[in-house]
């Protein structure tokens, strides 16, 4: 079936250093994936998207890497500040581009 | 632009009882998606409405009906509400399949 998951439910950094945010993927056909940030009682936010024929896209302070051999998907924050404080998804469309599939979520906390 | 907005942000219901939450996607958004999120877990995917038309649907029971109307606008029906039907709804909206979905502030909905 597919499925998305997250390695890790947590991750805790410091302000100015760069944060990796990793996601394994279970669908090999799937061709387009999202990363998310969802703070607090808000809805989820769109930081990035990548489709498979491509290994990496930039966008402001962060990139999203896709390694398709082995599934899996990261999302990387440079110079992480305390606003970047939140949940962070990653998410699969299904085959058919109609729904996305999320997984559990990253839990980011930046200290300054 | 205005985003994807949602009524209402909160609400409670009793057991038994019927609702209604409603969607207003993106400008120039014609696809509008919901989303169940439970607390702690990422989204999982009620339905699509596309050209006022149920496109695909997840694994919920038929006590979850939506509509989408001629002007984009969507509505989340929910019968016979259970204990567990507690939870955040997520509308998102997006131009097409496979395209960038953004997503709602939600609307809590706390069952008794």
């Known amino acids: 079936g597919e499925s998305v998951g997250l390695h890790l439910p947590t991750l805790s950094v410091q302000e100015g250093d760069n944060s990796i945010i990793n996601c394994a993927y279970s669908n090999s056909a799937s061709d387009y994936f999202i990363w998310y940030k969802q703070e607090s009682g808000k809805g989820p936010q769109f930081i990035i998207d990548?489709?498979?024929?491509?290994d990496k896209r930039q966008g402001q302070r962060v990139t999203v890497l896709l390694n398709k051999t082995v599934k899996h998907l990261s999302l990387q924050i440079a110079a992480t500040q305390p606003g970047d404080s939140a949940v962070y998804f990653c998410a699969e469309a299904n085959q058919a581009g109609t729904a996305l599939i999320f997984g559990k979520g990253t839990t980011l906390s930046v200290s300054s | 632009d205005a985003g994807v907005t949602q009524s209402p942000t909160h609400l409670i219901k009793t057991r038994g009882q019927q609702v209604t939450l409603r969607c207003s996607p993106k400008s120039g958004h014609d696809t509008v998606s919901w989303y169940q999120q439970a607390l702690g877990q990422g989204p999982q995917f009620i339905f699509q409405?596309?050209?006022?038309?149920?496109?695909q649907r997840g694994n919920f029971p038929d006590r979850f009906s939506g509509h989408q109307f001629p002007n984009y606008s969507s509505e989340l029906n929910v019968n016979a509400l259970l204990l567990g039907d507690s939870a955040l709804y997520l509308c998102?909206?997006?131009?097409?399949?496979?395209?960038?979905?953004?997503f709602g502030q939600g609307t809590r909905l706390t069952v008794v």
């Open positions: 998102a909206s997006s131009p097409g399949l496979n395209t960038e979905a953004f």
């Open positions: 409405y596309y050209e006022e038309e149920e496109r």
């Open positions: 990548i489709r498979s024929n491509m």
